[in-house]
């Protein structure tokens, strides 16, 4: 059993950054960061796993405006967000996988058996 714990929340202008962070209680082979805004449904945003090398995977929408990164002991995973938009609201979740993921299923909510909170981002003009 993996707890996964969620900081850095918040609110901030369009334009602006914001840093979330997960604490882990134990490892996994893929941590990601998924969103949900109200009336829409959950959508991965960032992965990152480690296999043989470690990989990363972005949705289209944050590439070259949010990061992934995580600690050396990969129990801590970051996502570094700049250039908000207000699209970007939402409650954003941790998730563990134990699974090796892929370029298409770090997307699917079902590939990840454990969940953090969430942590609410509120991004305005």
């Known amino acids: 059993q993996v707890q996964l714990e969620e900081s850095g929340g918040g609110s901030e202008e369009v334009g602006g950054s914001l840093r979330l962070s997960c604490t882990a209680s134990g490892s996994s082979r893929c941590m990601g960061w998924f969103r949900q805004a109200p009336g829409k449904e959950r959508e991965a945003v960032a992965a990152?796993?480690?296999?043989?090398?470690?990989?990363?995977f972005y949705r289209d929408s944050v590439k070259g405006r949010f990061t992934i990164s995580q600690d050396t002991a990969k129990t801590t995973a970051y996502l570094q967000m700049n250039s908000l938009k207000a699209d970007d609201s939402g409650v954003y979740y941790c998730?563990?996988?134990?699974?090796?993921?892929?370029?298409?299923?770090?997307?699917?909510?079902?590939?990840?058996?454990?969940w953090g909170q969430g942590t609410q981002v509120t991004v305005s003009s």
């Open positions: 990152i796993c480690t296999g043989r090398r470690r990989t990363i």
């Open positions: 998730a563990a996988s134990t699974d090796l993921l892929g370029p298409l299923t770090f997307q699917y909510a079902t590939e990840y058996t454990y």
